[in-house]
């Protein structure tokens, strides 16, 4: 059993800014392209940044509505993922999950997530 531990949401004004972290095993994280999602109230799941497997480089790829504000990033020695979100907006209110991503699909149970909560 894959897991998947999101932690570093919280409450923050509209203009701040939060990273949030994911960790899970060495194995799956170097080998696997990880994304971040977000799922709001009464929305769909969304794919909002991810980040390819080590081995291909570390590619990033960004959700429009996010591209300029959110960095994704790992930390090798730690097997943690980041999201680094600035200038966030009322509308990145959600809770954020991590993943793993095979053929555009995720690859595991789901974690518990955080929720960001921005206030206008």
């Known amino acids: 059993q894959v897991q998947l531990v999101e932690s570093g949401g919280g409450l923050v004004q509209a203009g701040g800014s939060l990273r949030l972290s994911c960790t899970t095993s060495e194995m799956l994280f170097r080998f696997n392209t990880m994304g971040w999602y977000r799922q709001a109230p009464g929305k769909q799941r969304e794919l909002v940044a991810r980040i390819s497997s080590i081995p291909t480089g570390g590619i990033t790829n960004y959700a429009d509505s996010v591209k300029g504000r959110f960095t994704i990033s790992r930390d090798i020695a730690k097997s943690t993922v980041y999201l680094q979100m600035n200038n966030l907006k009322p509308e990145d209110t959600a809770v954020y999950y991590c993943?793993?991503?095979?053929?555009?699909?995720?690859?595991?149970?789901w974690g518990q997530g955080t929720q960001v909560t921005v206030s206008s």
């Open positions: 993943n793993g991503i095979r053929l555009g699909a995720p690859l595991w149970t």
